[in-house]
Nanobody, 125 residues
Framework: QVQLVESGGGLVQTGGSLRLSCAAS????????RAWFRQAPGKELEFVAA????????SYADSVKGRFTISRDNTKNTVFLQMNSLKPEDTAVYYC??????????????????WGQGTQVTVSA
Protein backbone atom coordinates (compact mmCIF):
# COMPACT_ATOMS: atom_id res chain seq x y z
CA GLN A 1 0.00 0.00 0.00
CA VAL A 2 0.97 3.62 -0.49
CA GLN A 3 1.78 5.86 2.45
CA LEU A 4 1.70 9.65 2.11
CA VAL A 5 3.22 12.02 4.66
CA GLU A 6 2.69 15.79 4.48
CA SER A 7 4.98 18.40 5.97
CA GLY A 8 5.62 22.14 5.78
CA GLY A 9 2.52 23.55 7.41
CA GLY A 10 2.68 26.36 9.91
CA LEU A 11 1.57 29.83 10.90
CA VAL A 12 2.07 32.76 8.54
CA GLN A 13 0.77 36.28 8.15
CA THR A 14 -1.57 37.39 5.39
CA GLY A 15 0.44 37.75 2.20
CA GLY A 16 3.07 35.28 3.30
CA SER A 17 4.17 32.02 1.71
CA LEU A 18 4.50 28.37 2.62
CA ARG A 19 5.62 25.29 0.73
CA LEU A 20 3.99 21.99 1.57
CA SER A 21 5.62 18.67 0.76
CA CYS A 22 4.13 15.21 0.45
CA ALA A 23 6.46 12.22 0.40
CA ALA A 24 5.18 8.90 -0.87
CA SER A 25 6.42 5.46 0.08
CA UNK A 26 5.34 1.93 -0.64
CA UNK A 27 3.83 0.78 -3.90
CA UNK A 28 3.90 3.83 -6.15
CA UNK A 29 4.44 4.57 -9.83
CA UNK A 30 5.34 7.64 -11.81
CA UNK A 31 1.90 7.40 -13.42
CA UNK A 32 0.16 8.29 -10.16
CA UNK A 33 -1.68 11.58 -10.25
CA ARG A 34 -1.34 13.62 -7.07
CA ALA A 35 -3.54 16.24 -5.49
CA TRP A 36 -3.98 18.55 -2.54
CA PHE A 37 -7.24 19.00 -0.68
CA ARG A 38 -7.98 21.08 2.39
CA GLN A 39 -10.55 21.14 5.16
CA ALA A 40 -11.31 23.97 7.54
CA PRO A 41 -12.97 23.18 10.89
CA GLY A 42 -16.67 22.55 10.42
CA LYS A 43 -16.43 22.70 6.63
CA GLU A 44 -16.34 20.15 3.84
CA LEU A 45 -13.23 18.84 2.18
CA GLU A 46 -12.25 21.18 -0.66
CA PHE A 47 -10.18 20.53 -3.77
CA VAL A 48 -7.08 22.73 -4.04
CA ALA A 49 -4.78 21.50 -6.81
CA ALA A 50 -3.80 18.40 -8.75
CA UNK A 51 -0.98 17.30 -11.03
CA UNK A 52 -0.89 14.48 -13.57
CA UNK A 53 1.50 11.56 -13.32
CA UNK A 54 3.60 13.04 -16.11
CA UNK A 55 3.68 16.43 -14.43
CA UNK A 56 2.46 18.12 -17.60
CA UNK A 57 -1.13 18.61 -16.57
CA UNK A 58 -2.34 20.61 -13.59
CA SER A 59 -5.65 21.78 -12.20
CA TYR A 60 -6.41 24.42 -9.60
CA ALA A 61 -9.41 25.56 -7.66
CA ASP A 62 -10.56 29.03 -8.67
CA SER A 63 -9.90 30.27 -5.14
CA VAL A 64 -6.16 29.52 -5.36
CA LYS A 65 -5.42 29.91 -9.06
CA GLY A 66 -2.57 32.35 -9.60
CA ARG A 67 -1.42 32.05 -6.00
CA PHE A 68 -0.67 28.34 -5.53
CA THR A 69 1.54 26.10 -7.65
CA ILE A 70 1.64 22.31 -7.54
CA SER A 71 4.73 20.44 -8.70
CA ARG A 72 6.54 17.13 -8.30
CA ASP A 73 10.18 16.09 -8.22
CA ASN A 74 12.00 14.15 -10.93
CA THR A 75 11.46 10.80 -9.27
CA LYS A 76 7.78 11.66 -8.78
CA ASN A 77 7.70 10.35 -5.27
CA THR A 78 7.24 13.79 -3.72
CA VAL A 79 4.69 16.46 -4.58
CA PHE A 80 4.84 20.10 -3.49
CA LEU A 81 2.36 22.89 -3.04
CA GLN A 82 3.88 26.36 -3.17
CA MET A 83 1.43 28.77 -1.57
CA ASN A 84 1.95 32.49 -2.09
CA SER A 85 -0.13 35.53 -1.19
CA LEU A 86 -1.83 33.57 1.56
CA LYS A 87 -5.16 34.74 2.92
CA PRO A 88 -6.96 33.95 6.18
CA GLU A 89 -9.49 31.91 4.21
CA ASP A 90 -6.66 29.55 3.25
CA THR A 91 -6.50 28.39 6.86
CA ALA A 92 -7.20 24.65 6.91
CA VAL A 93 -5.71 21.22 7.30
CA TYR A 94 -4.12 20.36 3.97
CA TYR A 95 -4.18 16.75 2.78
CA CYS A 96 -2.10 15.08 0.11
CA UNK A 97 -3.77 12.46 -2.06
CA UNK A 98 -2.76 10.03 -4.79
CA UNK A 99 -4.49 7.78 -7.28
CA UNK A 100 -2.39 4.72 -7.99
CA UNK A 101 -1.54 3.98 -11.62
CA UNK A 102 -3.78 6.77 -12.88
CA UNK A 103 -2.11 9.53 -14.86
CA UNK A 104 -5.00 11.93 -15.38
CA UNK A 105 -6.04 14.42 -12.74
CA UNK A 106 -9.50 14.63 -11.22
CA UNK A 107 -10.89 17.28 -8.90
CA UNK A 108 -13.11 15.16 -6.67
CA UNK A 109 -11.93 13.45 -3.51
CA UNK A 110 -13.53 10.18 -4.58
CA UNK A 111 -11.01 9.98 -7.39
CA UNK A 112 -8.12 9.46 -4.98
CA UNK A 113 -7.50 6.28 -3.03
CA UNK A 114 -4.51 7.20 -0.85
CA TRP A 115 -4.39 10.04 1.67
CA GLY A 116 -1.91 11.57 4.06
CA GLN A 117 -2.56 12.54 7.65
CA GLY A 118 -2.76 16.27 6.92
CA THR A 119 -0.72 19.31 7.87
CA GLN A 120 -2.11 22.47 9.46
CA VAL A 121 -1.85 25.80 7.67
CA THR A 122 -2.90 28.90 9.61
CA VAL A 123 -2.92 32.38 8.09
CA SER A 124 -3.35 35.29 10.48
CA ALA A 125 -5.05 38.51 9.47
Amino acid sequence: QVQLVESGGGLVQTGGSLRLSCAASGRTTNRSARAWFRQAPGKELEFVAAISGSGEGTSYADSVKGRFTISRDNTKNTVFLQMNSLKPEDTAVYYCAARFNRNAVVVTSTGYEYWGQGTQVTVSA
